[in-house]
């Protein structure tokens, strides 16, 4: 067994319909001949926090803290698309959340005490709520990915339940990462 865990903090989207939407949006972005790598559709989730290496002991202390944040089920509306850091500079594209981003927030607000007392410093990007879609591999065909996502900055993508936070492994390989499910937390359900 290795000796760190690759993590992250997070709500899968499970509903095919989205995931089926945004395969679509995906197809778009790809028929701009830009250079890009897809999310594939069952890796699409909504991160809460980025943990990066933690050690197998970690596990269940996270997951205590994890335990202690205080919400009900409630629903996301995925909306439009846009890019990181900036579209002049697309390194990463994304589909937004409009309605649940206040409690995503919120959520991210409550762990992160617990998660500096374990030792894990400030997140120093803060919290941006999004869905990451695809990774910008190249600058090929910038100014047609460019036209692409400003034609679709405003689609609707529709909306899904957050119920279980869940707590994420990322195991690297050659054709992607793998996600799995380490601990999750599904309060009143």
Known sequence: MPTTIRSFIAFDIDSDSILKKITGVQNLLIKTGAGLKLVKPENIHITVRFLGNITPNMVEKIFEGMKKVQFIPFDVKIHGIGAFPHLRYPRVLWTGITEGADQLRNIFDQLEPCLR????????????????????????????????????????????????????????????????????????K
């Open 117 to 188: 007392g374990l030792g894990f410093a400030p997140d120093t990007r803060g919290f941006s709520p999004h869905l990451t879609i695809a990774r910008v591999k190249s600058g090929r065909n910038k100014a047609e990915l460019v036209k692409c996502v400003t034609e679709n900055a405003n689609c609707e993508l529709g909306i899904v339940k957050a119920e279980c936070l869940r707590l994420k492994r990322s195991d690297l390989t050659p054709r992607g990462p793998i996600y799995s499910t380490l601990k999750e937390f599904c309060p009143q």
